[in-house]
């Protein structure tokens, strides 16, 4: 019988350290947090030294009750969750449940890396709880509850239901919004460059550019913004000799990146492999916890993936000095280790994100990882070599050139010894202007004084550019040098303002607010300056340091923070405009009834709306022209024609977004879906041959059905997700956003089960108990039980004869927990 009890938050960490550990361990798993602040009440006694009232999260009973069993006969139980703030929250409410203090056999064990040799060493060096470290999770928990359920609320109020507010997710859209009004605000200026194209008494051509006019230096000193300008430079050019002035040349070396740290590893993700933050920590999260490598079994391949420090274990450090000489030669190790500055406000608490052990080389566990495993296992092998490889060196030369009252510049470099960009080169955001320069390539051989030909010279207009829209990786780049946020929640704070219709993505993935999210974004600054303020969110993460450091009382800096949040609060209540009931006059009148028509906040933006309403409903969307005069938005006619009187369709804008009426209304009242059916790429759960098609029904309500009807009936109201069931590998799973419970994911295969929600302060999922009525919602999709609603919803998207009765709300509502 086993004398010892360690506990993890990860099934798949407990099954890999159940093959470390021999029959005197027995190892169970909590998924993550047992206890949270209860959902139907703040939880906060403010009054009473913000003192916390947790709960049993739903569905962690059995889950609670397993471990307590598995406690009572045993000698020592070790806590073993991630090691920082959250598993040492979840490790301190486990231990509360199994009767710490009293209990004096509970202690804390710390795995940065999950390998048989740093899992024994950890259980051999054991700690106390850290007070100060759960502190520092609660107080930050409790400052997004207290946000969270203050700001939230009077949204809902004020704008529309279901809307929320955050601490950082606030700010997070804030600065997307600033950047878009940056964009919109910017007044393109034209410049010009000057280039010429020459020729030595040696190959190759080479081009120079215009540097300096009569002593001036263009750009700092001489602005070139006219075409004018440079004619005239070019005039005084014509018959000139061009002469080289000056040969400058010296060795240039190129240094290696620290090895990854949290968010710098969510940004090489997105740019060499095209991952989401999301889908990289997931990635990361397996690599952690352990891989199956055949024979060796489970095996952890990187340390832990949440850390904001560069710092490297000197036996690393030796490992792979012993593996670069072996590998590329002697010639590519520096003579000593490089060692790498974490930022000033760094926990520290972890090492870098590396390999657990240089065996592991990506050609070796290749074939037993997942395609995107290996491709993210890659760049974390690759950043770590090359981060302790010699530099990469370069003979760069610059020549100046003289003709007339101008010099002209030309630059150009040869690698010389490609060092540690032979395994590894940065992306873009992270390497320096000094890496770009003297890129233009190989010179030809040249003396001072030497007289060179002309053979063209090239003027070029430019305008100079509006800063570009954030991207996931760009924001959290932002977000990490202003200090807002941690490595823990970069992630969720990404999923968070896409799925509250904040922000969405454009095509190529960049960051747009949505009208809604500008509204919102004003009406909070306006009223909250502080929580909203970019230097205050900020100052807080420094306060949950000093928390953790024991620097800081967790009573004081609540305090500190609630007493200016509370009169805010007050203030708001009365002052913050009343957006959904507001209506603003214009100078528009009803086409229908000759009212005036008022603008009006919908569940899509602003429209026009009859003032005469509920005895006249018209609606319609609206334009401004350049000097913000309001007028009507002209309906979109489309190539598609009516059935019913062969007139033009046109796009039209309703109660529920955009749809396709017809031309003759108020003759012909013809109306269609605007959405043609898109395709998911996600193969039928049934079938296994279509491909789900995202479709909309008459109401403007979206389902998914499979492109094979009638063959095929499957149908489904909430999203499908590429994303494996965790529990029965079924090939997708389904997402839906409830009002009782928010994000939901769950399993459509029968019998199945799996269901967990978003816990949008916490950031993570949780797993919850799938009700019967979803049950029954799955089965009859499965199993083509609802065939002939299947078949209503499939025959309107493709056009045949609308159905008696098309999709509803009140169906879909059946599918909510």
């Known amino acids: 019988m086993a004398k010892h009890l360690v506990i993890v938050e990860s099934p798949a960490k407990a099954k890999t350290l159940g093959k470390y550990l021999g029959r005197d361990y027995q190892v169970k798993a909590s998924v993550g947090h047992v206890v949270d602040l209860p959902k139907s009440k703040l939880g906060v006694d403010i009054e009473n030294d913000f003192e916390t009232e947790y709960t049993v999260i739903h569905g962690k009973n059995a889950i609670l009750n397993e471990i307590k069993q598995a406690a009572k006969d045993k000698d020592t139980i070790y806590l073993a969750p991630d090691p920082d703030r959250e598993g040492e929250a979840i490790a301190w409410h486990i231990a509360k449940k199994l009767g710490h203090p009293k209990r004096k056999n509970v202690r804390r064990v710390l795995f940065n890396e999950i390998t048989k040799k740093a899992v024994l060493d950890a259980l051999q060096h054991p700690r106390d709880l850290d007070q100060n470290l759960f502190e520092a999770q609660q107080a930050r928990r409790v400052l997004d509850r207290l946000v969270g359920y203050r700001l939230s609320p009077l949204l809902w109020e004020k704008v529309r239901r279901g809307l929320s507010a955050g601490r950082v997710q606030s700010v997070a859209v804030r600065i997307i919004v600033e950047r878009e009004r940056e964009i919109t605000a910017f007044v393109p200026e034209e410049y010009w460059t000057v280039e010429a194209r020459l020729e030595a008494g040696q190959p190759p051509l080479f081009t120079a550019r215009l540097a300096e006019v009569d002593g001036q230096k263009v750009e700092k000193q001489l602005k070139l913004d006219t075409r004018e300008r440079v004619d005239e430079i070019l005039r005084g050019l014509d018959g000139a000799t061009w002469t080289v002035a000056k040969i400058e040349k010296k060795e240039r070396r190129r240094h290696p990146t620290p090895p990854f740290i949290t968010s710098r590893l969510q940004q090489e993700a997105s740019r060499k492999l095209g991952f989401q933050p999301s889908r990289t920590m997931r990635i990361a999260q397996r690599l952690y916890e352990g891989v199956e490598l055949g024979e060796e079994g489970a095996v952890g391949l990187i340390t832990y993936m949440r850390t904001d420090s560069t710092r490297i274990s000197g036996e690393a450090i030796a490992a792979v000095r012993d593996y670069i000489p072996q590998r590329f030669g002697p010639e590519y190790l520096p003579a000593e280790p490089n060692v790498y500055r974490s930022k000033k406000d760094a926990q520290d608490a972890h090492e870098a994100i590396r390999p657990t052990s240089m065996e592991w080389d990506p050609e070796k566990v290749g074939p037993h990882l997942e395609r995107e495993e290996l491709a993210l296992y890659t760049l974390v092998w690759n950043r770590f070599v090359a981060s302790q490889m010699a530099s990469a060196v370069y003979d760069a030369t610059s020549v100046d050139i003289e003709a007339a009252t101008c010099r002209f510049r030309a630059t150009g470099q040869v690698l010389k010894f490609d060092g540690f960009i032979r395994v590894y080169t940065e992306g873009q955001d992270d390497r320096t202007p000094a890496d770009d320069e003297d890129a233009e390539g190989q010179l030809p051989p040249l003396t001072e004084g030497e007289v060179v030909q002309l053979h063209e010279l090239v003027p070029e207009q430019h305008f100079t550019q509006p800063p570009p829209r954030f991207t996931q990786a760009t924001l959290i780049k932002e977000l990490e040098e202003k200090g807002i946020g941690r490595p823990s929640t970069y992630a969720s704070i990404m999923g968070t303002i896409l799925n509250k219709e904040y922000v969405v993505e454009d095509e190529q993935k960049r960051l747009r607010p949505t009208e809604l999210g500008g509204l919102v974004t004003d009406l909070l600054v306006e009223s909250f300056p502080d929580v909203l303020n970019v230097e205050f969110t900020a100052g807080m993460e420094d306060d949950l340091d000093l928390i953790e450091e024991g620097k800081e009382p967790y009573v004081a800096a609540m305090r500190r923070f609630w007493t200016p949040f509370a009169k805010d609060l007050e203030r708001a209540q009365v002052e913050m405009r009343d957006v959904k ?114 479709r909309r029904s008459r109401r403007g309500n979206t389902f998914y059905s499979c492109n094979r009807y009638p063959d095929c009936t499957f149908v489904a109201w909430d999203k499908p997700v590429a994303e494996p069931c965790p529990r029965c590998a079924a090939p997708f799973i389904t997402e839906k956003v409830t009002k009782r419970y928010g994000t939901i994911r769950r399993c459509v295969r029968e019998g199945c089960g799996w269901q967990v929600r978003m816990d949008e302060d ?23 039980a609802s065939a002939t609603r299947g078949k209503k919803a499939a025959a309107q998207a493709v056009g045949t004869p609308p159905p008696a009765r098309a999709p509803g709300r009140s169906r879909a509502r059946r599918a909510s927990p």
């Open 762 to 784: 916490e950031g993570t999922w949780v797993e919850m108990e799938a009700p019967r009525a979803a049950a029954q919602i799955r089965r009859r999709a499965s199993t083509g």
């Open 581 to 694: 009931r507001e209506e603003r006059p214009t100078d528009l009148v009803c086409e229908r009834c000759g009212k005036p028509m008022v603008i009006k906040w919908g569940r899509r933006g602003e429209f026009l709306a009859c003032s005469g309403y509920p005895e006249c409903r018209s609606t319609t969307n609206f334009t401004r022209d350049e000097n913000g005069k309001i007028r009507p938005a002209e309906p979109e006619v489309t190539d598609e024609m009516c059935e019913k009187c062969g007139r033009p369709m046109q796009v039209r804008f309703g109660r529920f977004g955009k749809f396709l009426g017809c031309s003759g209304y108020p003759e012909c009242k013809n109306v269609q879906p605007l959405f043609k059916p898109i395709p998911t790429g996600i193969k039928c759960f049934v079938c296994g041959q279509g491909e789900l098609h995202e």
